[in-house]
């Protein structure tokens, strides 16, 4: 199981990692590689590291450390959007986060300030939350409520919720069917635009379509009705995680959340030790990842609050930053 969490975590990370370079740009299918990259000069992530994350990962740091000590609430998650916003140390923002954060600082409304947007933005916080919540029907609420803090499109909800029972049925039932169920089931009872999306992508997988002309089909931008779609058709097309991680991250467009979610996939159908290990290694923040993974199997309990009278004054300490990591790669 714990493999799974790692890979499931680590293997969403990496994805966003290899797809960052890609982001915006156009798809190149000819002599496909895999491995870190740089982005062109001038490009919005140009001044990332190959083996550095964009925002995609950024909202699974921040959502994964709320779950994994059990302090999760909506709150503060946006105080740690809002926070991040005023450092301006998000990494080329999804639009509809950072509208979202602009409309929490000039309105001072944390939980109600979320943009309609059919961005694929948060989608990503469906991996901590399909790692932090044994209990489906207790997962959903919580799940929606956090991406209601930035985007309030029922496609954003199912496509979100979806994916997170995707992932969560996969690591406790190894079945892809039982999966990808999951994931239909939530799209049709949420919006039925995007289950009939999801099904064309699986029915163009099935006639052995080639992938740039699915790709041309399905559609590859930032929203989330061709994202999720495209990620479903490479992670049926492509059954071993390099080749899968390899062609993701070559669609362009919204190539990091796209990669993404089929690192996501990947880990948690066969777990970290079948990801490229020599890039995992070199992963940002690698180590902590993997904390956060062996926390999130077993969230710590909250701890009871000190007696006022033992409490002694301390001066306030800045929290430790998610930002600079001294990170560098090897």
């Not at 293997?11 to 156009?26: C, I, N, Q, Y």
């Amino acid at each position: 199981m714990l493999n799974k969490y790692k890979g499931c975590l680590l293997g969403a990370v990496l994805g966003d990692a290899l797809g960052m370079p890609g982001e915006t740009t156009v798809s190149r299918f000819i002599g496909v590689t895999l491995g870190f990259k740089r982005a062109y000069k001038g490009h919005p992530n140009h001044d990332l590291l190959p083996g550095q994350y964009t925002d995609d990962s950024q909202l699974i740091l921040i959502a994964s450390r709320l779950l994994a000590e059990a302090s999760w609430d909506p709150e503060s998650y946006a105080k740690e959007l809002l926070r991040t916003y005023n450092l301006n140390k998000f990494r080329y923002p999804d639009g509809t986060i950072y509208a979202a954060c602009k409309r929490m600082k000039t309105t001072d409304n944390l939980v109600g300030s979320g943009v309609y947007s059919d961005s694929a933005g948060c989608v990503s916080l469906a991996v901590p939350f399909a790692l932090a919540y044994k209990d489906r029907k207790e997962m959903a609420p919580r799940l929606l409520e956090a991406c209601n803090i930035t985007h309030t499109h029922p496609a954003v909800h199912a496509a979100t919720l979806g994916f997170a029972l995707l992932l969560n049925t996969l690591i406790e039932t190894g079945s892809t069917d039982a999966g990808y169920k999951a994931l239909f089931t939530a799209a049709e009872n949420m919006d039925p635009d995007l289950a009939a999306r999801l099904k064309n992508a699986v029915r163009i997988e099935g006639t052995g379509m080639q992938i740039d002309d699915a790709l041309a089909a399905i559609g590859n931008s930032s929203s989330v009705y061709h994202t999720l779609p495209l990620a479903v058709f490479l992670c049926k097309r492509y059954d071993v995680p390099d080749e899968l991680l390899a062609y993701a991250s070559a669609c362009g467009g919204n190539a990091d959340t796209l990669t993404l979610l089929c690192g996501a996939f990947a880990g948690a159908r066969y777990g970290i030790s079948a990801l490229p290990q020599d890039l995992v290694a070199q992963l940002e923040r690698r180590s902590e990842f993997e904390l956060l993974a062996e926390k999130l199997l077993n969230p710590q309990k909250p701890e009871p609050p000190v007696p006022e009278k033992t409490v002694t004054e301390k001066s306030p300490e800045e929290p430790e930053s998610i930002y600079d990591s001294g990170w560098e790669p090897e």
